[in-house]
C-alpha cells in the first residue's frame, strides 16, 4: 500500500517532473542543513504511510464488521487466524498496530537522534513515532474509544512495545522498548517532524493535480467504483503531529 500510495498520491510524477528542489537548501535544525530536496524526499515517504495508514485502518474496520455479521467470506482453514484478528474491533487495531509498527521498526535500526539524517527516508525509529501518532488520529477520526482515550492510547503503547519485546527476543538482543519512549517524548523528533512537514503545502500545490482519484486501484473491479469511503488526509500535520506526545 505504501508504494501504491506515492503513485495515487502523485509523488512519482512529482519526483519525475519538477525540479524546484534539486540544488536548494534548508536552514535544519540546531547546526547542520538539510538539503530541501532531501526533506522532501522524506516528506512523500511520511505521506505514503500515512496514505496507506487510513486505507489500512478504513479496510480491517469494515472487513471486521462484515465478519463479525458473518457476511464476510472467511477462509476456512485459517478460522483460528480470523478471529484473533477480526473477533472485536480491539482485535483487528491491535493486530494491525503491531503488524505495521514492526514493518516500520524493522527496516531501519540506525540512531536517528543526532540529527536530522540526510537521506531519502526517514530512519526508522522516527517513521514509527510517526505512524504511531497518526494511528491514534486516525482512529479518533472512526470513532474508537472516544470515551476513554487514555486508556486506549496506553493500549497502544502496550502492543508497540510488546513488539519490541518480540522482535528482540527473536532476533536474540536485548529489548529496546525504551528508546521508542524517547522518541515519542524528544522535542528533536518533533523538530524533525515539523522540519519535514514543512514541505507538505509545497508539494501539494504541485501534486493535486496528478492524483489519481480516477485511475486508482486499477482492478477492473475497482474501475466501476464511482465513490469510495477510503478516509483520506483530513487533518492538517502541522497541528497534530509535530508536538511531543503526552504519553
Ligand atoms: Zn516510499
New binding site residues.
Given amino acids: 500500500m505504501?508504494?501504491a500510495a506515492?503513485l495515487y498520491k502523485g509523488h512519482s510524477d512529482w519526483v519525475k517532473l519538477d525540479h524546484k528542489f534539486r540544488s536548494s537548501v534548508v536552514e535544519g535544525f540546531e547546526e547542520s542543513i538539510i538539503p530541501a530536496n532531501k526533506l522532501a524526499a522524506q516528506f512523500?515517504?511520511v505521506d505514503?504511510d500515512d496514505c496507506a495508514l487510513q486505507f489500512v485502518i478504513a479496510s480491517i474496520l469494515s472487513y471486521g464488521e462484515d465478519y463479525r455479521a458473518k457476511i464476510a467470506k472467511v477462509n476456512k482453514s485459517k478460522r483460528a487466524a480470523y478471529k484473533l484478528a477480526f473477533g472485536s474491533v480491539m482485535h483487528s487495531l491491535k493486530t494491525l498496530l503491531y503488524a505495521v509498527y514492526v514493518l516500520h521498526r524493522g527496516v531501519d535500526f540506525g540512531e536517528w537522534r543526532e540529527e536530522i539524517n540526510a537521506e531519502s527516508?526517514p530512519r526508522g525509529l522516527l517513521r514509527c513515532r510517526y505512524v504511531f501518532n497518526r494511528f491514534l488520529e486516525i482512529t479518533m477520526w472512526h470513532g474508537i474509544a472516544t470515551g476513554d482515550r487514555e486508556e486506549f492510547e496506553n493500549f497502544c503503547l502496550a502492543i508497540v512495545l510488546e513488539a519490541e519485546r518480540d522482535m528482540a527476543r527473536i532476533e536474540e538482543r536485548e529489548s529496546e522498548e525504551k528508546r521508542f519512549l524517547d522518541v515519542l517524548k524528544s522535542s528533536k523528533a518533533s523538530q524533525h517532524i515539523q522540519q519535514i512537514n514543512k514541505m507538505q503545502n509545497i508539494i501539494e500545490d504541485v501534486t493535486w493535480q496528478y492524483v489519481r482519484g480516477n485511475l486508482f486501484p486499477s482492478t477492473a473491479k475497482m474501475k466501476k467504483k464511482r465513490e469510495s469511503n477510503i478516509a483520506f488526509r483530513g487533518v492538517n500535520p502541522h497541528r497534530n503531529i509535530g508536538r511531543p506526545s503526552s504519553i
Avoid: F, G, N, P
Wanted: proline content about 0%; overall charge negative.
Fill in positions: 505504501h508504494e506515492h512523500l515517504e505514503a527516508h
